[in-house]
């Protein structure tokens, strides 16, 4: 079975921090991605990698920034904490069965 | 841009079917997915089909594809309180670099 996990489940940081959210999978896969989830607004694609040290936005990346410096590891970074950035974060990762995507279990993000 | 759209909300009652209903407009998909959502959970790949099948059955699950009309849906048999969940639908094409395309969600709620 595909294993992704990430760092923390819960996180509560302040307006102005630096916050590093990580996720490891362990199936070798070269694509991972990072979403945010809003009610309302379903799934949104902040930013995915298709190779190490390979990046690329997707439909809101502003605020966030991303580091892929070994294959199984991917980081999601939030440069200075913003409360509009208060959200479930869920990293993915892809196999290339079907394209299909395999979700660790997500981090709540709550920023004062 | 392409679009996957999904109603929000079903009840049913213990023991009945459920059906849950996805539309997208790419007429390009290649693979076509349900995943499903428990609170405060990732998400979890509940089951995939490829856009030349037209129906795939996989123990409770059945899923109906109509390539024509562009509708997708998911039915599960006797269903039970364990399958109260968020079900999304999401599509894939090799036009949009195989990133999903995701629905909103519909949230089932199964009442005893």
């Known amino acids: ?112 | 841009g392409e679009d996957v759209e999904q109603s929000l909300f079903l009840s049913v009652r213990e023991g009945d079917s459920s059906v849950i209903n996805c539309t997208y407009t790419d007429s390009s998909s290649t693979y076509l997915y349900w995943y499903k959502q428990e609170p405060g959970a990732g998400l979890q790949l509940l089951t995939y089909i490829f856009s030349n099948m037209d129906m795939k059955q996989d123990q409770r699950l059945t899923v109906l594809l109509n390539k024509k009309d562009k509708h997708l849906s998911l039915r599960i048999a006797d269903t039970q309180t364990g399958d109260s969940a968020i079900y999304f639908c999401a599509e894939s094409s090799a036009g949009n670099n195989r990133k999903l395309i995701w629905g909103l969600g519909t949230s089932l709620a199964v009442n005893p």
């Not at chain 1, 307006?15 to 694509?31: A, I």
């Not at chain 1, 298709?50 to 580091?67: A, H, L, Q, R």
């Not at chain 1, 939030?78 to 892809?94: D, G, I, K, P, V």
């Open chain 1, 1 to 112: 079975d595909v294993k992704v996990t990430q760092s923390s489940r819960y996180l509560v940081k302040r307006t102005g921090e630096k916050v590093f959210l990580e996720c490891v999978q362990d199936m070798d896969h070269e694509n991972m991605f990072w979403y945010r989830q809003d009610p309302g607004l379903g799934l949104r694609l902040i930013y995915f990698s298709y190779d190490v040290k390979m990046k690329e936005k997707g439909d809101i990346p502003e605020g966030y920034s991303v580091s892929r410096e070994k294959k199984e590891r991917f980081s999601l970074i939030l440069e200075s904490a913003s409360t509009n950035q208060t959200s479930m974060y869920l990293c993915a990762s892809r196999s290339p069965v079907a394209n299909t995507q395999y979700f660790g279990p997500g981090t709540r993000l709550t920023v004062l």
